[in-house]
Structures are given as C-alpha cells and as structure tokens.
C-alpha cells in the first residue's frame, strides 16, 4: 500500500509539471508586441499592458480558486480552467481591437490560467509535507522550462501562419495539455503521511533550517500575523522588479543595448531557463538553509542587476548575463513564497491563505510594466534596487509566527 501511495504521489507530479509547463506560456507575451503593432498599428503601451491584464487576471483567480478548490475538488477547477483557458488564447486570435485582446487573452485567458495554477502548487504541498521546497520548485521550474520550449515554436508560427493564427492554434494545445495533467489532480487519503516523516506536534517545529507549524490558520488569523504582511511586501518588491524586465524583454534589449528583434528576443529564452532553475534550485536551497534566509539572497541578487542595468553600459553578452539573474531571482520568489504561506500557516487552508498573499503580485503586474515604460528603464530599476533593499531587510528580520491568533483566544484571554 506504502508503495501504491508513493508511486500515486510522484504521478501527480508529473500531472503538475505538464500544466505548470503550458502555464508558462503567460511570460511569452514580449514575443507577440512587435507582430500585433506591425499587423494592427496598435501603440505599444497598449500592447505591452495586455500582459498587465493577463497577470491582474491571473491573481485574483489564483484567490478565487483557492478558496473554492476544495469545495469543487481542485481536479475538476484544473479541468475547467484548461479548457477555459485554451479557448480564450484561441478567441484571442480573432480579436481585431486591443480591448478584444484585452478581454480575450487578458481576461479570460489570465483568470483561467489563475485557477489553474492554484491546484497543483496546493496539492502537491499535501502530498509532501516532508520534501515541500523541493517538490514545489520542481514544479514551479516547469512554469519556465515551458516558456522556454514555448519560444521557438511561438516564433515559427508567427513567422509562418501569422500572429492571429499563432493564437488559435496554441489555443487547442495549450487547452489539450492542460487538460491531461489536470486528471492526475487527486489529494492525498486523509490523515496521509509520507513513510519515514512524522509531522510537527502542537505548535511550531523545526525541521533542519525550515520552520512547520501544525497550527492551521484561517485566512482571517493569517492577515492578523505582521508576517504576512512583511511577506506580502517582499513578494512585491521582488515581483515588480522581475515582472518590469520579462513584460519587455525584448524591447529592453533592443532600446538599451540596441539588439536586433532577433537577438533582443533571446532573452526571453535566458529568462525562462533561469527561472525554471530558480524555481526548482531555490526550493532545494530553502529546504536547506531556511525560507526566509533564501528570500533575502534572491532579494539582494535583484539589488545588484538592478543596480548593474541602471548604471553599467551593456552589450549583447551582460544583457543576456543580466537577464539569467533576473530570472533565477523571479523563480525563487514563486518558488519559496507558497513554501513560507504552507509552513508559516499550515496546510489545511494553503490555497487561500497564498492566494491572498499572491494579491501583491498582481499588483505588481498591473503597475510595473507600465511604469518601467513611462519612467525610463533605468529610473525605473533604480527603484526596484532601491525596494529589493528594503525587502532583503524584512526577510532577513522577520520571524514566524508562534500561534493563530484567533477571537475565541481574545475573548478567553480578556476573560
């Protein structure tokens, strides 16, 4: 039976990693700016923010998904979301307006995506509470092996059947290969321990470098912890600083270094690849040297490629060096962060409790885009440099919490 469990285990997984890998296609956007201004004339701030739409969508689904993932059995909101999903990149292809491409691939797109996203990341963290930074990042990494594998097929398809006919056809797939991983989505029996593992009693445990807390916090008895709160804010910071540079990519390497659309378009294949190694790499190094301590090094990694883009002339080579740090740093922080939300506050609640945390990262793609585009590019980094500081501070000061912090504890104790 152990061995059933186990093998059941490492499935869905598998399951998680074909839908992560397709969800990865949100970090392509950069790829299609410069088709859709050629083919509609649209101006390219306005193109630029459907990706803006896409990742507002895609947070507030991710808390919406939370909470009803449980209610609806997070397998059949999987199911549902990829087929959504698909059809809104495949409707997006017949959009001739940039509100259509708002509402088609922004909208419907993102927020399916958004739903679907939730559920692997919390199932997997209750199928192993006993190696969860590792098995999180594994699968997270998928999210940029995706964008990575999706890059050359994107551009063959713009190149040979068109913009709008990309769209339509990587709507049937991206809908199919979700679907497939989504079947895998099962949750583990109740009371499930992985063999070898005993879980942390009453209170909170210290397992090597990583703090577990058995207490279950509701999303109320969360947000009245200061550490979500220091949490929420280091998401932001290091969200925005990385959402800034993958929106704009391409168009970054060819304003500042003055790359060809070819060149300037490979780092969109950098950023994908080191952030799947983030997101995978980070998780194991969390496991080992703590959550938090890892957080402040990634945040201090942004400090410094901030700082270098801002200031430092750069060619071809520094660029592509440059935008591999970016994206190692943004894979840890999606990595890390839904590790922090499952030890800090339990498992019971973990899609919403880190879908309420993960509202800080659509606030940052709603705003970071846009404002790197008006500001100026190197203003703009000076300011991520400037927030990743005060976010590598926070992560290295704050502590977990010990307990909820619950009404009937109030009233009890005031009595």
């Not at 990575?148 to 063959?156: E, R, S």
């Not at 909170?204 to 220091?230: C, D, H, I, L, N």
């Not at 700082?307 to 520094?318: E, I, Q, R």
Request: aromatic fraction near 14%; charged fraction near 10%.
């Amino acid at each position: 039976m152990q061995e059933k469990t186990l093998f059941n285990r490492w499935l869905v997984v598998a399951g998680a990693c074909l839908m992560q890998a397709i969800l990865g296609a949100v970090y392509t956007w950069s790829l299609f700016n410069s088709a859709l201004i050629e083919k509609f004339g649209w101006d390219r701030g306005d193109v630029v923010f459907t990706f803006s739409v896409t990742m507002v969508s895609f947070t507030i689904a991710v808390l919406v998904a939370g909470r009803v993932q449980d209610k609806l059995k997070p397998r059949n909101v999987a199911i549902v979301g990829g087929i959504v999903a698909g059809m809104g990149v495949f409707l997006a292809g017949q959009s001739v307006s940039i509100m259509g491409m708002y509402l088609t691939y922004g909208f419907i797109t993102g927020f399916a995506m958004g739903a679907v996203y939730v559920v692997p990341v919390a199932t997997c963290a209750k199928w192993f509470p006993d190696r969860r930074g590792f098995v999180t990042g594994l699968n997270l990494a998928f999210v940029g092996v995706g964008g990575m594998a999706l890059k050359p097929v994107i551009v063959w398809l713009i190149n040979n059947v068109g913009v709008s006919e990309s769209f339509m056809y990587l709507g049937v797939a991206y809908g199919v290969l979700i679907v497939i991983g989504a079947f895998f989505m099962v949750q583990p029996p109740a009371g499930y321990v992985p063999p070898g593992y005993t879980p942390p009693k009453e209170g909170v445990a210290q397992t090597g470098k990583v703090t577990q807390s058995a207490k279950q916090y509701t999303p109320s008895e969360m947000m009245r912890t200061p550490q979500f709160y220091s949490l929420t804010l280091i998401y932001f910071f290091g969200a925005a600083a990385g959402l800034m540079v993958i929106a704009i990519a391409a168009n970054i390497g060819m304003d500042l270094v003055g790359l060809s659309l070819a060149q300037a378009g490979n780092a969109v294949v950098t950023i994908s690849l080191f952030n799947a190694l983030g997101r995978f790499g980070w998780g194991a190094i969390s496991d080992r040297i703590g959550r938090m301590q890892s957080l402040a090094l990634m945040s201090a990694g942004f400090v410094v490629v901030m700082l270098f883009m801002s200031l430092v002339p750069m060619n071809y080579a520094t660029y592509l060096i440059a935008t591999c740090i970016v994206g190692f740093c943004f894979g840890g922080y999606l990595s890390t962060t839904p590790s922090v939300v499952t030890d800090w506050y339990g498992t019971k609640n973990v899609g919403n409790n880190y879908g309420i945390v993960f509202l800080s990262y659509g606030v940052a793609a709603m705003f970071a885009p846009r404002f790197s585009v008006q500001l100026g590019y190197t203003a703009a980094f000076m300011v991520a440099a400037v927030l990743c500081a005060v976010g590598a501070v926070l992560a290295f000061t704050t502590k977990p919490p010990r307990q909820p912090v619950s009404v009937e504890k109030r009233v009890h104790a005031s009595s």
